[in-house]
């Protein structure tokens, strides 16, 4: 038995005993160390016409192996490790190519397909375990996952030193895809954000900053022939022709942040400049692999980011304050192991 935070017919979280199922072959079972709560997390709590009763949340998680099944090799109990959540198909496109993402397995990953890690322990296939680096934290690790989103948003910028980039959106994503960038030497970097605070944050990197209504503005002052490419991280809708007016010849935009409402675009703009707009979903293990390389090698910021480190039994408090924006919240960790309150440490 263990406990993991359900959802509830009500839609809420409740933490919950669970039953610890026998492991198929092929599973190991991981002791959840952290958690973090993601904008996709939120998407399926709250969109959903129906709750989705019984579901346990969380793909963004480190812990440490605690059970093995018989024929796995190569992980014994005690190993930290991060978790890929992608169960690949094998046979689609994507898992033939060599950086590809396999959409059946995004879909059918821990926390989306399978329970996930608002749980003290969760199962999950050994192929998807990456070893943590000694000196890595586990609460670092917790952000292996999000990292891996902006190392690929960065990739599939095609951007190099000397290049101009605007981010989008100050969020996690945006946060971290400055971080990527700064490590991979790229320093010529805008980024736009509606509030104070994560403005501030953004700074904290030497990356200069400006508001959605002054980026038209900003961006034709620092670029004298535009960007080089645009990250768009926010998830507005409303932000595409923006990024589109300031990019300059054969940019690119990498749309990153997630919506499910339209965007107009002047298509003429994109015809006369060459304008390539890509998208850029969730990681390959190539990309995983680098974002625990950069962790290792101390190249990104990770502890701004964590604003709140709560228990199981704040989950849910915390998923309503994130939907909302009524709090200041940056990232939140769930650590599944504390059933008490806010970390002060990691609180704002």
Known sequence: MGIAAVIGPERA????????????????RIDVAYCGVCGSDLHLFFDPPDPLTGHVLGHEFAGVVSETAADVRGWTVGDRVAVRPIDECGDCTACRSDDGVCLTGVVRGPGLGRPGGLAESVTVPSRMLHRIPDTVSLRDAALTEPLAVAVRAVGRAEVAPGDGVVVFGAGPIG???????????ITDVLVVEPHDARRALASGSG?????????????????????RAVLECSGNPSCAQDAVDILGYQGRLVIVGISGLPSELLLMRLAIFETAIVGSTAYSERDFGEALAHLAAGRIRVDTLVTSVVGLDDADEKLRELSGGTGSDIKVLVQPTDRGSHDPRHST
């Open 13 to 28: 979280l409740s933490v919950t005993e669970v039953d610890h199922s026998p492991l198929a072959p092929g599973e190991v």
């Open 207 to 227: 990356v200069r900053t400006t508001t959605p209504d002054r980026v038209l503005e900003d961006a034709a002052a620092l670029f004298a022939d535009g960007p």
């Open 175 to 185: 946060l971290l895809a400055v971080e990527v960038l700064r490590a991979r030497g």
